[in-house]
Structure formats: structure tokens, C-alpha cells
């Protein structure tokens, strides 16, 4: 039982590239996140699914879109990166939209 | 909107004896939770201990319990017996609870960075 994995660990984008920040989770869990920690911050929630087939917008959705693929499958993808986009990006699940989130181990995302 | 601070942006303490750390939250919800959330070096965000709002008692997990004062809308975090393996950056989270059923939002406080030392 891995938990909430996520690719890749760490990448390297050049403004304007773009790229897509992979999620998945094997608990059976309905509802999935992505957060951005910015240095010297807590987590903020950029987009999430509360369920397969359902996506909304978080307090950050600017410059992101986002793809529940299945249930187990959330990405997030970056159109058109921008150095402001430099982050460690945090995947999360929860049982439901009421329980507690599981967090993945984290992409660094560093935009030049 | 709802707000969470921890005052605290570092501290220390020496192995084996306990530390609290603080956590207070602005709402005007009456139903939400609560939680502290441990990331350490690693980056991981690890689960510590989550406390419902309607629930007067203290939630603890082991060496971890919490003194949730809903009036002074505060939440600490207790350590006893710290260990090593307890430093990590320190994260309170505040999650809405809302009775229509639609999804909850973590709102994170800036974090406390914990040290403990040998």
C-alpha cells in the first residue's frame, strides 16, 4: 500500500514550457488535491476533485488546469510555465470531501 | 475567509522533555476541524492529530495531545517525551465543515520549525 505517490521528485522548466505534475493514490479514496507550498508558507489548495468526474477550483487555480483521469489519477497540468509558478506542488486524497487528507510526497517544481 | 496563525516560527527543545506548540484560527463556523500536520526534512506532510470542533474532549495520539479551547479559538500542540525524530516544521490546519455537504478547504498556518536537540 504505497499511499499517494506522485511524479516527477524534482524538475527544471524553462518559462513558457509546459508539463504535467502526476498523482495517484490506492486507497480508494473519492476525494483528491493539489496544494503549492511557497517558502516561508502553509499549503495553499490550488484545484480538487471531490469526487471521479468532478473538478473545482481552489484558492490558487490561476495558470493550472487539472485532470481526474479515474479515481485513482488526479494531474495538474501547467500550460505555460512562469517563474511565480515555482513551488513545491503537494497531491493529497481523503476518503471523502469531510475526511482527513493523506498527503503525497511532493514535487519540486522550479521554473527559470 | 478563515485565518490560521502560529506565532512561533522556531523553537527548540532538548530530547525527552516537552514542548508545546501554539495555534490560534479566526472563524465564524461553529462545525470544523482541526489538525496538526508534521513535515520534515523529507518533505512528506504527515498526519499528527486531527480534533473535531464538537468534541469537548482533547484528542491525543501517543506522546502528541492538543488543548483545543474553542472559545479562545485555540489550538496547542502538546509533545511529551520528545525525540529526534520529532523535527520537522510544524503545520496547523483549519478545515470548514459546511452542512450542505460541499468540499472542505485546508487552510494552513505559516508553520513552526521544531528542533529538537540531543
Known amino acids: 500500500n504505497a499511499g499517494v505517490t506522485q511524479t516527477p521528485k524534482f524538475q527544471v522548466l524553462k518559462t513558457g514550457q509546459s508539463m504535467t505534475l502526476q498523482c495517484a493514490q490506492d486507497?480508494?479514496?473519492?476525494?483528491m488535491y493539489w496544494y503549492r507550498q511557497d517558502p516561508g508558507m502553509g499549503l495553499r489548495l490550488i484545484y480538487y476533485s471531490a469526487s471521479e468526474g468532478t473538478t473545482d477550483k481552489g484558492e490558487v487555480p490561476n495558470g493550472y488546469n487539472v485532470s481526474r483521469l479515474n479515481k485513482r489519477e488526479f494531474s495538474l497540468r501547467l500550460e505555460s510555465a512562469a517563474p511565480s509558478q515555482t513551488s513545491v506542488y503537494f497531491c493529497?486524497?481523503?476518503?471523502?470531501?469531510?475526511?482527513?487528507?493523506?498527503f503525497g510526497p511532493g514535487t519540486r517544481l522550479l521554473v527559470l | 475567509a478563515q485565518t490560521v496563525t502560529q506565532s512561533q516560527p522556531e523553537m527548540s527543545v532538548q530530547e525527552a522533555e516537552t514542548v508545546t506548540l501554539s495555534c490560534t484560527y479566526d472563524?465564524?463556523?461553529?462545525?470544523?476541524?482541526l489538525f496538526w500536520y508534521k513535515q520534515p526534512p523529507s518533505r512528506q506532510m504527515i498526519l499528527v492529530i486531527r480534533?473535531?470542533?464538537?468534541?469537548?474532549q482533547n484528542a491525543t495520539e501517543n506522546r502528541f495531545s492538543v488543548n483545543f479551547q474553542k472559545a479562545a479559538k485555540s489550538f496547542s500542540l502538546k509533545i511529551s517525551d520528545s525525540q529526534l525524530g520529532d523535527t520537522a516544521m510544524y503545520f496547523c490546519a483549519f478545515m470548514k465543515l459546511f452542512s450542505s455537504g460541499s468540499a472542505r478547504q485546508l487552510t494552513f498556518g505559516s508553520g513552526t520549525q521544531l528542533t529538537v536537540l540531543p
Open positions: 472563524t465564524s463556523e461553529s462545525n470544523y476541524y
Open positions: 493529497a486524497s481523503g476518503r471523502t470531501v469531510q475526511e482527513t487528507q493523506y
Open positions: 480534533q473535531e470542533a464538537y468534541k469537548q
Open positions: 486507497m480508494n479514496h473519492n476525494s
